[in-house]
Nanobody
Framework: QVYLVESGGGLVQAGGSLRLSCAASGRTRSIDILGWYRQAPGKQRELVAT???????NIADSVRGRFTISRNNVENTMSLQMNSLKPEDTAVYYC?????????????????WGQGTQVTVSS
């Protein structure tokens, strides 16, 4: 089991910045990918950014150049620095983890989600 706890959401004016953090606990050695998703009212949950344990992050087009994702594999934490925020960035932001374990010939995978943190950007 992997447990994810987000922090850092809040209310900010358009053009402002926020930094979200996610702390992972439990079977953290099994975590491969960490990421952020968001869900606005009346819309489907969408990818914001993901970052593998080792490798290049994947950033959604809608936030590229404004948001930066990072992770600390020793402390099992992840952050999302959000700059130049827009009202359309308003959503509940969820921390996500993909855990993998088992031998190469039979790898198991499991998704985990945090409870979410509200980000509201006023115009």
């Amino acid at each position: 089991q992997v447990y994810l706890v987000e922090s850092g959401g809040g209310l900010v004016q358009a053009g402002g910045s926020l930094r979200l953090s996610c702390a992972a606990s439990g079977r953290t050695r099994s975590i491969d990918i960490l990421g952020w998703y968001r869900q606005a009212p009346g819309k489907q949950r969408e990818l914001v950014a993901t970052i593998p344990k080792y490798g290049t992050p994947n950033i959604a087009d809608s936030v590229r150049g404004r948001f930066t994702i990072s992770r600390n594999n020793v402390e099992n934490t992840m952050s999302l620095q959000m700059n130049s925020l827009k009202p359309e960035d308003t959503a509940v932001y969820y921390c996500y983890a993909l855990a993998k374990w088992g031998p190469v010939e039979r790898t198991y995978e499991q998704d985990y989600w945090g409870q979410g943190t509200q980000v509201t950007v006023s115009s």
